[in-house]
């Protein structure tokens, strides 16, 4: 599909509601659903509304699910359990491993708090979570992680783009070098999947819920386990649907159902599934690469705009990002939000770790240059 009949008015305004509504650039938060998943969302609604919540032709875009989240992943489909939010897929991980007292995980302490909680939390279990030590908004590199290793040290788990910076950590590295060390390595995947790509050969695990750049509903979203660490992955939660049960009786002997449903111990979230398939389908439709370059030049407008109107970017300058948080300036940022609200233009506010308030923005590639520019007319300074 041609990116640039999808910018004009009525087939934008068709695939993309929101932009009927004003700007929105508020994609690293709660983003807006496509009119493909909201068309999904309906269909299946109203066939639930007749006694039909389950049927062939659903299971089988169940199924179309997993195979597009894989394309996006560059996994096999029966690699993606269909779970969301994305704290439960970590939170499995977690908790499914069969850790042994004294090992060590390591973690990000500056990251969104669903990659902090449960790596702490194993400290009930004799596990030690060690901190990798950076300052707010620097990037992390393999040299960032290596002084947190030891001979102990059995996962590693950072997000694929952090949530205030935007910055990617430097996977190509860190990567290669923890499967040198036979250290796994756990992603939160929700701050890149369905706009950057997101082919991490040597992660193990991803997790990430279809809210924010996959542009679907809350509460659906993917877990990404290799086949290869299935043996260390035990599922810690059990029932109907990951342990085969022939005519709905509990057996004897557990047997864990194969593929994607390992991780899936109940009825799945079908119509979240349904929107996350659907917008997964059109950004495709689009072209994964397009995507990202468009989403990429447009937050470069946005930040070379910023840098005119004197404004700091939390994390410094780097181009490979996303997500935009500007530093809230001396005078603070006084009405701007309100004027924001005003003019339709959704942003998001934030703190960061030193106590200043970050104005976030994040577009997506139907964002359109002269949005950007309307932003960057109401900034201060300017």
Request: charged share 25%.
């Amino acid at each position: 599909m041609n990116l640039s009949p999808i910018l004009s008015q009525p087939e934008r305004g068709r695939l993309f509601p929101a932009s009927l509504e004003g700007i929105f650039l508020a994609h690293a938060a709660v983003a807006p659903i496509t009119g493909p998943a909201h068309e999904a969302i309906t269909a299946w609604s109203r066939e639930a509304a007749v006694g039909r919540q389950e049927s062939d032709a659903i299971w089988r875009r169940v199924a179309g699910a997993r195979a597009v989240a894989s394309r996006f992943l560059g996994c096999e489909a029966e690699e993606v359990s269909l779970l969301g939010p994305t704290a439960l897929g970590l939170g499995l991980v977690a908790l499914g491993l069969d850790w042994r007292e004294g090992e060590e995980v390591v973690y990000d302490p500056l990251d969104y708090p669903a990659n902090v909680y449960p790596w702490r939390e194993l400290g009930a279990r004799g596990v030690r979570a060690v901190p990798i030590r950076r300052e707010p908004g620097e990037p992390i590199r393999w040299e960032t992680v290596r002084p947190a290793l030891s001979s102990r040290t059995r996962l590693v788990s950072l997000a694929t783009a952090h949530y205030l910076s935007g910055h990617q950590p430097d996977l190509a590295v860190i990567g290669p070098e923890l499967k040198k060390k036979n250290i796994l390595l756990c992603l939160d995947g929700i701050q890149t999947l369905g706009v950057l790509p997101a082919s991490f050969a040597e992660a193990d695990f991803l997790a990430a819920d279809s809210h924010k750049w996959m542009l679907g509903p809350l509460g659906a979203g993917v877990l990404m386990v290799r086949k290869r660490v299935w043996d260390r992955l035990r599922p810690p939660l059990l029932g109907s649907w990951n342990v085969t049960s022939p005519d709905f009786l509990a057996q004897q002997e557990m047997v864990f159902e194969s593929g994607g449903r390992r991780y899936e111990p109940g009825s799945l979230n079908l119509p979240g599934i349904e929107g996350m398939r659907a917008s997964l389908e059109l950004l495709e439709s689009i072209g994964r690469r397009e995507v990202a370059e468009r989403a990429l030049a447009l937050a470069g407008q946005l930040r070379a705009g910023a840098r005119r109107a004197g404004l700091e970017i939390y994390g410094g300058n780097g181009e490979d990002r996303v997500i935009t948080s500007l530093l809230e300036p001396p005078g603070g940022w006084g009405e701007l939000g309100r004027r924001m609200e005003e003019a339709k233009i959704r942003v998001t506010w934030r703190k960061e770790h030193g106590g200043r308030t970050l104005l976030r923005v994040a577009p997506h590639a139907y964002n359109l240059e002269g949005e950007i520019a309307e932003f960057l007319g109401m900034l201060p300074g300017r």
